[in-house]
């Protein structure tokens, strides 16, 4: 395999690691990653992985050192990078939605509004966007770098104000904190530095994964369902049914019967099955989805 061409892929090492693998699998490729080696191994002959923090990814996509990879959007920001985006992958630690970067005070501060963080001190990992976003709003405000258990910076008097990620809130508001402005939002994004983009094999190749990749977040919650409907039944069940397009209609040997499938919402299929067969629906299958290609 001497000569053979190779992607160098970045993953994210940390909290995306787990989601991003998974998200992998179902894309259909194998990953795995040995104890604390940031060199996993993957099925795929023709790439090359590396894990590194999120927080580092896009500078090294930047300076060549890796092909491609997968960082949020927010890093890309903070580092200044410039990189092509091929491809916004939203897929979170908790859920398929976008995560934010919010301003967060303690809960009986006097503090209302970023303008009352003057000549105040911010810890946060994000310091050059929060930076940006002080100047914006004309603040004169001291931000330091947290290398982590921010949230509890604020709650023990460290600091004053926070710059954290979230999805949900939670874990703020169990610190007792109360957020007063979001900074930025961010979703996670597949990267290429701009050689590579330019290289007609290796970016044939990061279309193919980012493909396969949007097509397994697109098909995450969502089933396949089959069944057979007589002639008679055919328009009623029809209106029952709701898919990303119209379903896919075929004859049956037995006359006046057809065959129909469709793509739905899981979390719509028990109360929709129900109808199905009251409605005159026969055979009813459903089944998982890995891949949904648009």
């Known amino acids: 395999m001497d000569g053979m061409k190779k ?15 998974k998200v992998f ?8 990653v040995s104890g604390r080696s940031y060199f996993p191994t993957i099925d795929d002959d023709e790439i090359d992985p590396v894990l590194l923090r999120a927080q580092e990814m896009s500078r090294y996509v930047e300076e060549e050192a890796l092909d491609c990879g997968i960082t949020g959007a927010d890093w890309i920001q903070e ?17 398929a939605v976008k995560v934010r970067w919010v301003l ?20 946060t990992e994000l310091v050059n966007v929060t930076k940006s976003y002080l100047r914006k709003n004309k603040v004169k405000a001291d931000v330091e770098f947290s290398w982590g258990a921010t949230e509890a910076k604020v709650a ?3 600091v004053d104000a926070v710059v954290e990620l979230t999805e949900t809130g939670s874990s703020l508001r169990a610190h007792k904190l109360r957020i007063i ?23 044939r190749k990061m279309d193919q994964v980012v493909m396969l990749l949007k097509g397994a977040i697109a098909a995450r919650n969502m089933v396949g369902l089959k069944m057979n409907v007589e002639k008679k039944n055919f328009q009623e069940i029809l209106n029952l049914l709701t898919s990303l397009k ?9 006359k ?3 065959a129909v499938e469709t793509v739905i919402d899981e979390g719509t299929v028990r109360t929709l099955i129900p109808k199905l067969k009251d409605a005159g629906a026969q055979g009813i299958i459903e089944y998982p989805l890995n891949k949904l290609i648009h």
Not at 79 to 95: C, E, G, M, P, R
Not at 111 to 118: F, P, R
């Open 7 to 21: 992607l160098k892929l970045g993953l994210p090492k940390g909290s995306l690691q787990e989601a991003t693998i």
């Open 25 to 32: 699998e179902r894309a259909g490729f194998q990953i795995y």
């Open 79 to 95: 580092n200044n990078s410039d990189v092509i985006f091929l491809a916004d992958l939203i897929y979170a630690k908790q859920s």
């Open 104 to 123: 967060a005070v303690p809960e009986k501060a006097s503090i209302n509004s970023v303008k009352d963080l003057n000549g105040k001190r911010i810890a």
């Open 156 to 158: 023990d008097g460290l």
């Open 181 to 203: 402005d979001t900074i930025c939002e961010s979703t996670t994004q597949f990267i290429a530095n701009k050689k590579a983009a330019k290289d007609p094999w290796k970016k």
């Open 246 to 254: 119209d379903p896919t209609v075929s004859s049956l040997s037995r």
């Open 256 to 258: 006046d019967w057809f």
